[in-house]
């Protein structure tokens, strides 16, 4: 059994920074792609930036450079630094485990298992 748990999430102004941390439990994630997904309120869950088992990353427009996806792959954890952060960054914030030997991938069917979510308000 697989469990993804993300955590730092809070409340942050604009322009602050967050970094969301996603521990992933049960059989290892080394050799898996994962990503990070985003749901605004009233709005549909949206693609953030994913990295690929050997350590690629991609990301949305929406946030290419000012959010970096990393792993570290010996706690078994994947990170999202997120920096100048703004108001419409606001949202409930998902990882999800995908393909063994996965690249890049921004469709969400292709996670097959996800966290919980962590909330992330940034006030402006």
């Known amino acids: 059994q697989v469990q993804l748990v993300e955590s730092g999430g809070g409340l942050v102004q604009a322009g602050g920074s967050l970094r969301l941390s996603c521990a992933a439990s049960?059989?290892?994630?080394?050799?898996?792609?994962m990503g990070w997904f985003r749901q605004a309120p009233g709005k549909e869950r949206e693609f953030v930036g994913c990295?690929?088992?050997?350590?690629?990353?991609s990301y949305a427009d929406s946030v290419k450079g000012r959010f970096t996806i990393s792993r570290d792959n010996a706690k078994n954890t994947v990170y999202l630094q997120m920096n100048s952060l703004k108001p419409e960054d606001t949202a409930v914030y998902y990882c999800?485990?995908?393909?063994?030997?996965?690249?890049?991938?921004?469709?969400?069917?292709?996670?097959?298992?996800w966290g919980q979510g962590t909330q992330v308000t940034v006030s402006s």
């Open positions: 990295i690929s088992w050997y350590g690629f990353t």
């Open positions: 999800a485990r995908g393909p063994m030997y996965g690249g890049i991938y921004e469709n969400q069917g292709i996670y097959d298992y």
């Open positions: 049960g059989r290892t994630f080394t050799n898996y792609a």
